[in-house]
């Protein structure tokens, strides 16, 4: 409870609206987390922190398990634009273009992650989710257990992932 209620104590740090709508998400209280992430991205007119893209994908996230498809595409895209690369929303991006039929956009973005992880950066959750939207789980599979080898700390929250329930069996 002391994190819920730290926003109020600092109401115009943007991280802290995060922090509080994460834990919205992960109660399933999606439209709350929508209107905590969206006041954090009103906090940060500037766009200068990393805040700001969190909160684009904590919305974007929430509409996406509503079923609002096109407001979350509209708002990882804007988090592509802000951030390139961005960790959260180019992947998600990446599931939600695969999910839809749209694999063409969805390859290309997992060319890019897969172009990053030979730059050295720890891209495998992500490419396995890009895998699992395109319907690949064997891939997706292969692609977790290379991050766990590999000792990629985003393996560790797959779990946590609601998106990653289809390789649960």
């Known amino acids: 409870a002391p994190i819920v209620s730290a926003p109020s104590l600092r109401p115009s740090a943007p991280n802290l609206r995060n922090r509080k709508a994460l834990l919205l998400l992960d109660q399933g209280r999606f439209e709350e987390a929508i209107v905590e992430a969206a006041a954090a991205e009103a906090l ?3 766009r200068k922190q990393m805040a700001y893209s ?5 919305q974007a996230d929430g509409h996406q398990r509503q079923g609002r498809l096109e407001a979350a ?11 390139p690369h961005d960790r959260w929303s180019e992947s998600a991006l ?3 273009l695969g999910r839809t039929g749209r694999t063409g956009e969805a390859v290309t973005i ?3 992650l897969k172009r990053q992880v030979s730059l ?3 891209q495998h959750k992500a490419i396995a989710l890009v ?9 997706a599979l292969r692609w977790l257990d290379r991050g ?5 700390t985003a393996v560790l929250f797959v779990g946590l992932d609601p998106r990653f329930d289809d390789l649960r069996s």
Request: hydrophobic fraction near 30%.
């Open 131 to 139: 895998h699992l939207g395109l319907g690949e789980r064997q891939e």
């Open 54 to 58: 969190m909160s684009l994908w904590i």
């Open 148 to 152: 766990y080898a590999e000792r990629a």
């Open 44 to 46: 940060n007119p500037n």
């Open 73 to 83: 595409e509209r708002l990882y895209r804007k988090a592509c634009a802000y951030q």
């Open 94 to 96: 990446g599931y939600l």
């Open 120 to 122: 050295g950066r720890q």
């Open 110 to 112: 997992l060319h890019e």
